[in-house]
């Protein structure tokens, strides 16, 4: 599909944008939550620096995304484990 373009306001800064039609809503909705992440910040800490405000967002959401990847490693490491074990359990069924 086409590239369309849209416009995402964070923090209070617009940011003029080509994205596919596929990515629109995702592109939106991470501006959202960007934002309300901030708005949060703001809220309950005595920040006002925008500057460190996104930098306290992105940290946030780095962190969620290397803990999500470290998961799904484990998690693929355990299959990987089991389908091992299930391959020995049939190959010695099958060589009696």
């Given at each position: ?15 003029p944008l080509k ?18 992440r901030i708005k ?57």
């Open positions: 599909m086409g590239e369309i373009s849209i416009k995402i306001t964070i923090s209070d800064r617009i940011y994205v596919s039609t596929e990515e629109e809503e995702i592109v939106r909705r991470a501006a959202k939550i960007i934002n309300e949060d910040y703001q809220e309950n800490y005595a920040v006002r620096d925008k500057q460190d405000l996104l930098s306290m967002a992105v940290l946030h959401y780095a962190t969620a995304v290397l803990r999500v990847e470290n998961k799904v490693q484990n998690q693929d490491t355990a299959v990987a484990e089991k389908v091992e074990e299930l391959d020995s359990l049939l190959n010695d069924f099958f060589s009696k």
